[in-house]
């Protein structure tokens, strides 16, 4: 199998050099390249490794796309590359089209199992004048590479040497990249707020730009249920219908979460979806009140307190109606993990909590899904192979870690998308912290709280959504923090440098505003204003 693949590499390589020779014998263009330094570029996650050749490689309608193409998921990664040259440039490249006359320069996206670093989403490019060979071992590296690429594609501006040639062109050298932590995720709590699958689409792009490989949909909660089960169709009727403030809420049907999860794994996301409970359930109990354990009256809320409601944790009952959404959940959802969420409950009975999360745990793995819970979660007896969600208790985490879990870094204090920028913030709370863009960056996820980096599988920055209720709203918190936690969860520490990473970060400016990302404007940072003027000169 793999001697099969090298040598199915090594052809492929030698018609690729063939063809290239050939071209070259057809025409020869003499394009002067301004010196290029690619150890300059603005990557951001910063990558393990940078040579810089200080040549040029010309993009342009003379370049064309090739790709392993037996193996799933290379070709996939060609055409969405494809896509993004064309968003960026107008560039019409062609994907696997043999024969194509004139084309002068290669970008060939290559399985192989030969890289000087091992890891699922290891990626080497290899940018020389007349091609771009990426290298990696699984569609997913690929697709982590042509992220890197994508950002050194120089924005197009009027007065560049593009607009006159047409030529868009990318540094010369070698990138060695393989990523710190298997888990970089964020968390869009779409409960308190309802977001449409248009935002989280959004959403998934940006994070995609950035290496980010795990959504985490925090699908219920007090204030709405938001994602239908055909099996308890109330959930969305009565337990949708609403939200913080009032308004009316909303919910996916199963389609539309299907549409979430495709969209998603085209990116390489894994999207993991989170029923909280038994605390901030007031949502399912008030749609089948036989659920409620907290022996209130039951209605809608729309506020914004924590802790209140809790499940009959000792009711057969509901157990048999957690198996049915889990069993759904787990239907719907290709990827390997359920959150079950076990935050705050505080109406629930201590001996409750862990009787009902050792249940629950027990379901998720009958479903053949391994649970995430909030840091709680390890109080009860759960395996070692359940996941713990830091968020806030140092003694919780500790007693994962006792347990032999895995645990994801969401510490409020540092982590938290949903905490204000500044007593200024326009949204947002303060309850853990305020984190202003440096602090969001500057701590050390690798040796957090004493936790030891063989048990952290990542880290994951959730987005609270009491104060946010549009996309404008959710970008202005989410960004440009979450492109900071990318880093943290993608480079190694050695690699990270604040005064580095606010220069790469101020120009991100030209991908943000063309992607019309709404981030807040940061004073610690001297933002690039290059406004995209191309289109505009084009038609004069
Ligand atoms: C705590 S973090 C919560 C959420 C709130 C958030 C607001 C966690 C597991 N629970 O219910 O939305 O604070 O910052």
Same mark, same amino acid.
């Given at each position: 199998m793999v001697r099969s693949r090298a040598i199915r590499t090594l052809v492929t390589l030698f018609f690729v050099i063939i063809f290239m020779a050939c071209s070259k014998q057809k025409k020869e263009r003499v394009i002067n390249f301004p010196k290029t330094d690619l150890s300059l570029e603005n990557f951001i996650p910063k990558p393990l490794q940078v040579i810089p050749s200080n040549n040029g490689f010309a993009l342009d309608k003379y370049t064309a796309i090739y790709t392993s193409k037996n193996i799933e998921g290379y070709e996939d990664v060609g055409k969405f590359l494809a896509k993004k040259i064309k968003a960026k440039t107008d560039l019409d490249l062609q994907v696997n089209v043999n024969d194509l006359p004139n084309i002068e320069t290669v970008i060939y996206i290559n399985q192989s199992d030969s890289l000087n670093v091992e890891g699922l989403e290891a990626y080497e490019l290899h940018i020389t004048q007349d091609s771009i060979i990426?290298?990696? $071992?699984?569609?997913?590296?690929?697709?982590?590479?042509? /992220?890197?690429? #994508?950002?050194? !594609?120089?924005?197009?501006?009027?007065? %560049?040497?593009?607009?006159?040639?047409?030529?868009?062109?990318?540094?010369?050298?070698?990138?060695?990249?393989?990523?710190?932590?298997?888990?970089?995720?964020?968390?869009?709590?779409?409960?308190?707020?309802?977001?449409?699958?248009?935002?989280?689409?959004?959403?998934?792009?940006?994070?995609?730009?950035?290496?980010? $490989?795990?959504?985490?949909?925090?699908?219920?909660?007090? /204030?709405?249920? #938001?994602?239908? !089960?055909?099996?308890?169709?109330?959930? %969305?009727?009565?337990?949708?219908?609403?939200?913080?403030?009032?308004?009316?809420?909303?919910?996916?049907?199963?389609?539309?979460y299907a549409e979430i999860i495709d969209y998603a794994a085209m990116h390489h996301i894994t999207v993991i979806p989170e029923i909280d409970m038994p605390g901030h359930t007031n949502a399912a109990s008030v749609s089948y009140p036989f659920l409620n354990g907290n022996g209130r009256k039951l209605e809608l809320y729309q506020g914004t307190e924590v802790g209140f409601s809790t499940f009959d944790t000792r009711k057969d009952t509901v157990y048999t109606f957690i198996d049915d959404v889990i069993r759904e959940i787990a239907a719907l959802t290709p990827g390997p993990y359920i959150h079950i969420g076990g935050d705050e409950s505080h109406a629930t009975k201590k001996s409750d909590y862990i009787y009902f999360v050792n249940k629950v745990e027990k379901i998720v793995q009958k479903y053949n899904k391994r649970m995430i819970g909030w840091d709680e979660v390890a109080t009860a007896d759960i395996d070692s192979t359940s996941i713990a969600q830091f968020w806030a208790s140092k003694k919780n985490a500790q007693a994962a870690v006792d347990k032999g879990m895995k645990i994801i870094m969401s510490p409020a204090k540092k982590a938290y998308l949903d905490m204000k920028y500044d007593t200024l913030s326009k949204h947002g709370l303060h309850w853990a912290a305020y984190i202003p863009v440096d602090t969001a960056y500057i701590w050390t996820p690798e040796s957090y709280e004493g936790i030891p980096i063989k048990n952290i599988l990542g880290l994951e920055a959730p987005l609270w959504s009491e104060t946010i209720s549009n996309i404008e709203e959710l970008e202005y918190l989410a960004f440009p923090r979450a492109i900071g936690y990318s880093e943290l969860s993608w480079t190694t520490q050695e690699n990270r440098d604040w005064e580095n990473y606010k220069v790469r970060l101020a120009n991100q400016t030209p991908f943000l505003d063309r992607m019309n990302v709404k981030y807040y404007p940061s004073k610690l940072i001297d933002w690039k204003k290059n406004k995209n003027k191309y289109k505009k000169i084009d038609k004069d």
């Open positions: 990426l290298n990696s $071992n699984t569609a997913a590296g690929s697709f982590r590479g042509i /992220q890197t690429l #994508r950002q050194i !594609i120089p924005e197009v501006s009027n007065d %560049t040497l593009i607009a006159r040639t047409k030529i868009w062109t990318i540094p010369t050298g070698k990138i060695i990249d393989n990523p710190q932590f298997e888990y970089r995720g964020s968390m869009l709590d779409v409960a308190r707020h309802f977001f449409s699958v248009e935002d989280v689409k959004k959403y998934i792009d940006i994070l995609a730009y950035y290496k980010y $490989n795990v959504l985490h949909l925090h699908l219920t909660d007090d /204030q709405g249920w #938001r994602l239908e !089960i055909k099996s308890w169709p109330k959930l %969305t009727e009565i337990g949708g219908s609403t939200e913080v403030g009032g308004e009316s809420g909303g919910f996916y049907t199963q389609e539309d």
